[in-house]
């Protein structure tokens, strides 16, 4: 338990209305760079120990040096907030003791920490550059500490931060925490009020608050932080710059992601493998596809090699495009550079064939992966199987089914789905619905399109029954109905003379009285 002995009431110059990372929408004051001078960093000197205090703060001290733990248990029933933090104050010098101690006292006496004594442990271990031992000890206060201890925290470093003549690293390490936790408010905080006071964070600190930004979708705000670094004169490196090249792309600013591209090395960097792929796949993303083979072709004019990762990205664009004879030609190209085909590869190329309904080309590169030894997963043998089901040929998807076993895999929703569409392409509506019950069995969760496939195949066979028991399992797994399948389906009973069927199909629907209503009008 951390007990709160710091509460400083300290007005901000830069107050935020609203965070995109929390309300969705842009605040245009957010980052707004500084126009002030640095704030002064207070100076408080905290009471010396006297008395009981002093003998207990020496002989703790004394046990300490000597190692003498034994002795040092007998005194943590004596242990408090100030005591412990004075010691630490005493041993602050020996980072490695400060920690053993420090994690001593919480173990023994966990109410005997405060904000403070964690303060000055932090400052310790910035101070050794121990960062990875003090953004655990922040965690660890962040993620289990109250709503509204992050923002002391920031505070119980500055009040400590000349006594134990600390480094800017120590707010460094608050800002990179905030960032890898993902409370972008508190990081935006931190950011702000470490300017206030003349300090800024690392690059690295900057490029985790970016890469998390971006890991969450907020591409707005992380594009917007790289142009306040830059006010900032936080100088990036490539790893931020690539992260802004992809954070153009995900927001549609391919030229922009070319601008940058182009005025790296002006910037002092070299473009990397990373930085093309990144505005490759911007560009595949968006259709351009002729324009991401411009962009593989500058690799070699820039001293780069395409990789396996720049071929894979070509030939999903290609794929999805459903231009497979480009595709294929992509892959020729690979394995004439000698850069070798992994699982992705021929995953991609599997299943763009199995989608076109070319399962002989599919089966050739499945082929090619077990002669050249590499690895099948899961998502080959579905796109496999998807593409043998699509034209009907259920026995031979079911021949790569037993395949699973062999390769030590198991079936998932989309196996499923395939072996279930399959049979309602044969018009097997009931076995359909059979291989459904075994997916549910098997704890795989079918969606809304294989619970409309079944419904269909019932509906054309005129097995009304058999989809008025589907529509009840879409009933049951909250699954949406769509009135038109509705009406179809208890149109068909009514016509076969089963009017209770109807009636008690539409009482489950119970909750989807629109349903009903529009059916009984």
Same mark, same amino acid.
């Given at each position: 338990?951390? %007990?709160?002995?710091?509460?400083?009431?300290?007005?901000?110059?830069?107050?935020?209305?609203?965070?995109?990372?929390?309300?969705?929408?842009?605040?245009? %004051?957010?980052?707004?760079?500084?126009?002030?001078?640095?704030? #002064?960093?207070?100076?408080?000197?905290?009471?010396?120990?006297?008395?009981?205090?002093?003998?207990?703060?020496?002989?703790?001290?004394?046990?300490?040096?000597?190692?003498?733990?034994?002795?040092?248990?007998?005194?943590?029933?004596?242990?408090?907030?100030?005591?412990?933090?004075?010691?630490?104050?005493?041993?602050?010098?020996?980072?490695?003791?400060?920690?053993?101690?420090?994690?001593?006292?919480?173990?023994?006496?966990?109410?005997?920490?405060?904000?403070?004594?964690?303060?000055?442990?932090?400052?310790?271990?910035?101070?050794?550059?121990?960062?990875?031992? $003090?953004?655990?000890?922040?965690?660890?206060?962040?993620?289990?500490?109250?709503?509204? !201890? #992050?923002?002391?925290?920031?505070?119980?470093?500055?009040?400590?931060?000349?006594?134990?003549?600390?480094?800017? &690293?120590?707010?460094?390490?608050?800002?990179?925490?905030?960032?890898?936790?993902?409370?972008?408010?508190?990081?935006?905080?931190?950011?702000?009020?470490?300017?206030?006071?003349?300090?800024?964070?690392?690059?690295?600190?900057?490029?985790?608050?970016?890469?998390?930004?971006?890991?969450?979708?907020?591409?707005?705000?992380?594009? %917007?932080?790289?142009?306040?670094?830059? &006010?900032?004169?936080?100088?990036?490196?490539?790893?931020?710059?690539?992260?802004?090249?992809?954070?153009?792309?995900?927001?549609?600013?391919?030229?922009?992601?070319?601008?940058?591209?182009?005025?790296?090395?002006?910037?002092?960097?070299?473009?990397?493998?990373?930085?093309?792929?990144?505005?490759?796949?911007?560009?595949?993303?968006?259709?351009?596809?002729?324009?991401?083979?411009?962009?593989?072709?500058?690799?070699?004019?820039?001293?780069?090699?395409?990789?396996?990762?720049?071929?894979?990205?070509?030939?999903?664009?290609?794929?999805?495009?459903?231009?497979?004879?480009? $595709?294929?030609?992509?892959?020729?190209?690979?394995?004439?550079?000698?850069?070798?085909?992994?699982?992705?590869?021929?995953?991609?190329?599997?299943?763009?064939?199995?989608?076109?309904?070319?399962?002989?080309?599919?089966?050739?590169?499945?082929?090619?992966?077990?002669?050249?030894?590499?690895?099948?997963?899961? !998502?080959?043998?579905?796109?496999?199987?998807?593409?043998?089901?699509?034209?009907?040929?259920? %026995?031979?998807?079911?021949?790569?089914?037993?395949?699973?076993?062999?390769?030590?895999?198991?079936?998932?929703?989309?196996?499923?789905?395939?072996?279930?569409?399959?049979?309602?392409?044969?018009?097997?509506?009931?076995?359909?619905?059979?291989?459904?019950?075994?997916?549910?069995?098997?704890?795989?969760?079918?969606?809304?399109?294989?619970?409309?496939?079944?419904?269909?195949?019932?509906?054309?066979?005129?097995?009304?029954?058999?989809?008025?028991?589907?529509?009840?399992?879409?009933?049951?797994?909250?699954?949406?109905?769509?009135?038109?399948?509705?009406?179809?389906?208890?149109?068909?009973?009514?016509?076969?003379?089963?009017?209770?069927?109807?009636?008690?199909?539409?009482?489950?629907?119970?909750?989807?009285?629109?349903?009903?209503?529009?059916?009984?009008?």
């Amino acid at each position: 338990m951390i %007990r709160i002995s710091i509460g400083v009431n300290r007005r901000l110059r830069y107050q935020f209305s609203s965070f995109a990372g929390y309300s969705g929408s842009e605040n245009p %004051r957010l980052f707004k760079t500084l126009g002030a001078a640095n704030t #002064p960093i207070p100076h408080r000197r905290n009471p010396e120990p006297k008395g009981q205090d002093l003998d207990f703060v020496n002989v703790a001290h004394s046990h300490l040096i000597q190692s003498d733990w034994d002795k040092l248990n007998k005194l943590s029933d004596q242990l408090d907030s100030f005591r412990v933090k004075n010691v630490l104050l005493k041993i602050q010098k020996d980072y490695l003791l400060s920690l053993e101690f420090f994690n001593w006292a919480k173990t023994r006496n966990p109410g005997s920490h405060s904000l403070e004594t964690h303060a000055i442990v932090l400052h310790t271990l910035t101070k050794n550059r121990k960062f990875k031992s $003090a953004e655990s000890i922040l965690r660890d206060v962040l993620v289990n500490g109250g709503v509204d !201890l #992050p923002a002391k925290v920031f505070d119980a470093l500055l009040y400590s931060y000349r006594e134990c003549d600390s480094t800017p &690293r120590v707010f460094d390490s608050l800002f990179k925490t905030f960032a890898h936790l993902k409370k972008f408010r508190n990081a935006t905080d931190t950011f702000m009020q470490m300017k206030d006071y003349g300090f800024l964070p690392t690059v690295e600190s900057c490029n985790a608050y970016m890469s998390s930004l971006l890991g969450q979708g907020r591409v707005d705000i992380a594009l %917007r932080f790289y142009r306040e670094m830059r &006010r900032c004169k936080i100088s990036p490196n490539t790893y931020t710059l690539n992260m802004v090249m992809s954070g153009y792309c995900r927001s549609g600013k391919l030229d922009k992601g070319i601008e940058l591209l182009q005025d790296m090395e002006r910037l002092g960097f070299r473009a990397t493998d990373v930085s093309y792929n990144t505005l490759i796949a911007g560009h595949c993303e968006k259709g351009l596809l002729s324009s991401a083979l411009k962009l593989k072709n500058m690799m070699g004019k820039s001293g780069l090699q395409p990789n396996v990762v720049t071929f894979n990205t070509l030939i999903h664009g290609f794929c999805r495009a459903m231009k497979l004879q480009e $595709a294929s030609k992509v892959f020729g190209e690979m394995k004439a550079v000698n850069v070798a085909p992994n699982t992705v590869t021929y995953n991609t190329l599997i299943n763009g064939y199995s989608q076109q309904g070319d399962h002989e080309m599919a089966f050739r590169f499945y082929e090619d992966m077990v002669c050249n030894g590499i690895q099948r997963d899961i !998502l080959t043998y579905n796109a496999l199987i998807f593409g043998l089901c699509k034209q009907a040929k259920t %026995r031979k998807a079911a021949q790569f089914v037993k395949e699973l076993d062999k390769e030590n895999l198991v079936p998932n929703s989309s196996t499923f789905s395939a072996l279930i569409m399959g049979q309602c392409v044969r018009k097997n509506a009931d076995r359909g619905f059979e291989l459904y019950k075994s997916m549910i069995r098997s704890g795989c969760h079918p969606n809304e399109q294989t619970f409309n496939m079944l419904v269909s195949a019932f509906c054309r066979n005129e097995d009304f029954d058999g989809a008025s028991q589907v529509l009840r399992e879409m009933v049951r797994r909250s699954i949406p109905l769509d009135s038109r399948t509705v009406h179809q389906v208890c149109n068909g009973l009514k016509h076969q003379g089963k009017d209770q069927l109807v009636k008690k199909l539409l009482q489950e629907m119970e909750g989807k009285k629109f349903l009903q209503e529009s059916f009984n009008n």
